[in-house]
């Protein structure tokens, strides 16, 4: 018998709010990848020497272009993936420097909150928006 022991990867992914507070910007993950098609909040896999919040940075440098400027811790989800346990660290990020666009060729699109339901999300946003 053999004892298959899961990955446990921590992710910090950003809830990006609109200025006037009306919009959150969400990104569809390349179809070549895990939960590909589907969409998300941006953000990524932590890097071992790295604190969340670099993390972070680091991720929605390379994914939309964007230095934040202001975020605050939001929420903690745990899931588990057949395969994986992920911890998601979910940061609101309320000011940013730059215009967000997909630098990795994925669709990006700022979405009125009361319409987030309207796309098909990863397994912990759908939690993370309580649907
Ligand atoms: N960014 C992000 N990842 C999520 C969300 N929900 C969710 O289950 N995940 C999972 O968390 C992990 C994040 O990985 P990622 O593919 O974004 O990582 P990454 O940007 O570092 O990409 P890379 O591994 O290709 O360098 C994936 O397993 C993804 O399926 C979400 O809302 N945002
Ligand atoms: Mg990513």
């Not at 990848?33 to 941006?42: Q, R, S, Y």
């Not at 953000?43 to 670099?54: F, S």
């Not at 400027?69 to 929420?75: F, K, S």
């Not at 940013?96 to 009361?114: H, K, L, T, Y």
Request: with cysteine; aromatic share 8%; charged share 25%.
């Amino acid at each position: 018998m053999s004892i298959k022991v899961k990955r446990r990867v921590h992710v910090a992914a950003a809830a990006i709010i609109s200025a006037d507070q009306q919009q959150v910007l969400i990104a569809r993950r390349p179809s070549n990848v895990d939960h590909g098609g589907l969409w998300e909040f941006p953000g990524g896999k932590l890097a071992p020497y790295e604190t969340g919040l670099e993390g972070l940075k680091r991720e929605l440098h390379e994914e939309l272009g964007v230095e934040i400027v202001c975020a605050q811790p939001l929420i903690r989800v745990h899931h588990e993936y057949p395969d994986k346990h992920i911890l998601l660290d979910v940061w609101q990020v309320h000011e940013f420097a730059g215009e967000p666009f997909g630098r990795e060729g994925q669709a990006v699109r700022w979405v009125p909150m009361s319409e987030l339901s309207n796309y098909p999300f990863q397994r912990l946003i759908c939690r993370f928006c309580a649907r």
